[in-house]
């Protein structure tokens, strides 16, 4: 048996107008979009924390700082393919993955399976090994006020 590691990824990002809501690469209509250097998805964002954190290779903000114009507006989905060659060089491919985004609106669970698959063909893993879920947080909070969503995200990676 190969070394298995686990990480764990949490983001959280502001709603505000005038933006585009994009969540596990996916975009979702909606009023308000997710303030960000990048695209802003929370989802995308709190999953690459959890595998870099799984390889022991700092955070998001370290290989893609938000001081650099390399990465304003960026896609992050792109951020994601090179966190999984990162990691890939260190021996490690993802094992699973297992998320859930705190939105009090919109309602995200129709979004969920296409959600899993874009994640799926983004880091080359079966359809099987991303489980996504979404909740909002009973009206509380700063998200259940709609100021913002968040995103939590376990990885497990095998060598």
């Not at 990824?9 to 975009?27: A, E, F, P």
């Not at 700082?65 to 990691?87: G, H, N, Y």
């Not at 698959?117 to 009206?139: G, H, R």
Request: charged share 25%; proline share 3%; net charge negative.
């Amino acid at each position: 048996m190969g070394r298995i590691r686990v990480g764990m990824g949490y983001d959280v990002h502001q709603l505000v107008s005038n933006r585009d809501l994009w969540v596990g690469g996916i975009k979702v209509p909606h009023t308000f979009g997710l303030l960000g250097h990048s695209d802003a998805d929370v989802l995308i964002h709190a999953i690459c924390d959890a595998l870099l954190g799984a390889a022991n290779m700092r955070d998001i903000g370290y290989h893609f700082p938000d001081t650099s114009a390399d990465f304003k507006d960026a896609d992050s989905k792109v951020l994601l393919r090179k966190v999984v060659e990162l990691i890939g060089q260190k021996g490690y491919r993802v094992g699973n993955i297992d998320a859930t985004i705190c939105a009090q609106r919109p309602k995200l669970n129709p979004f969920i399976p296409q959600m899993q698959q874009c994640l799926a063909e983004v880091m080359q893993i079966d359809l099987d090994d991303i489980s996504i879920k979404a909740t909002t947080t009973e009206e509380l909070g700063f998200t259940g006020r709609e100021e913002g969503i968040s995103a939590y995200a376990v990885a497990l990676i095998e060598k």
